[in-house]
Every structure is written in structure tokens, then in C-alpha cells.
Nanobody, 128 residues
Framework: QVQLVESGGGLVQPGGSLRLSCAAS????????IAWFRQAPGKEREGASC????????YYADSVKGRFTASRDNAKNTVYLQMNSLKPEDTGVYFC?????????????????????WGQGIQVTVSS
């Protein structure tokens, strides 16, 4: 049974940090690209970052570049998203997703339809 389970969300003040984790099971984790998508109320789901399976290459949306860092530990079947200098506009539900495709990493990061498996999502709220 495939599972993706997010953890590490919560409430943080502007300028603060959070680290999200995505623990995976039930599929060949190390060959899949793992993405972090986020969705704010009333807005479409947005790809924040993606990290490839075997080589660990990454892509970030312009809105998070320089503040968010994705990493993965294939031995633990886990992907992390370190989020620094958080802003109120980073508020939303964050989902991790797993997919495999030959398209570019940027294309994968921008298209939720490239992903086969999804976590249930976790709330991140940035507010004073």
C-alpha cells in the first residue's frame, strides 16, 4: 500500500522557520521525483519545490527560491523541506507528491497531473 505522510507543519511567526517531512512507503522511492505543492484558500495548487530521485537535483518556484531547501534521504524514504524566512503568503496546506516522468524537472514541478501518489496534506500558517 502506497503512503506519503507529511509532518512538521504548524503556526510560525513571519521570518520564522519550519521543516516539513514526507515519509514514503509502498513504492520504489529512490527513482521517484518528490514534489511539495501548496494550496492557499481560494487559490490553485502551486508547485513549491521538486527533487529528483537518483541524482537529487532540485527545482524551486520563484516565490520560494532562496528561502526553501528540499533534500531527501533515500535510505529513510523521506524527503524534507526546510522553509526559512517564512512570509504570510506562504500560508496554506502543503502536500508531498511522488511521480516519475521524462519531462523536465521544471515541468514536473508545475504540473500536479505528473504525480501518481499524494499525501493528505499538512497546514502551515505564517502569522503574527
Amino acid at each position: 500500500q502506497v503512503q506519503l505522510v507529511e509532518s512538521g507543519g504548524g503556526l510560525v511567526q513571519p521570518g520564522g522557520s519550519l521543516r516539513l517531512s514526507c515519509a514514503a512507503s509502498g513504492f520504489t522511492f529512490n527513482i521517484y521525483t518528490i514534489a511539495w505543492f501548496r494550496q492557499a484558500p481560494g487559490k490553485e495548487r502551486e508547485g513549491a519545490s521538486c527533487i529528483r530521485g537518483r541524482d537529487g537535483s532540485t527545482y524551486y518556484a520563484d516565490s520560494v527560491k532562496g528561502r526553501f531547501t528540499a533534500s531527501r534521504d533515500n535510505a529513510k524514504n523521506t524527503v524534507y523541506l526546510q522553509m526559512n524566512s517564512l512570509k504570510p503568503e506562504d500560508t496554506g496546506v502543503y502536500f508531498c507528491a511522488a511521480g516519475w516522468s521524462r519531462v523536465s524537472l521544471q515541468a514536473m514541478c508545475e504540473n500536479p497531473r505528473e504525480y501518481d501518489y499524494w499525501g493528505q496534506g499538512i497546514q502551515v500558517t505564517v502569522s503574527s
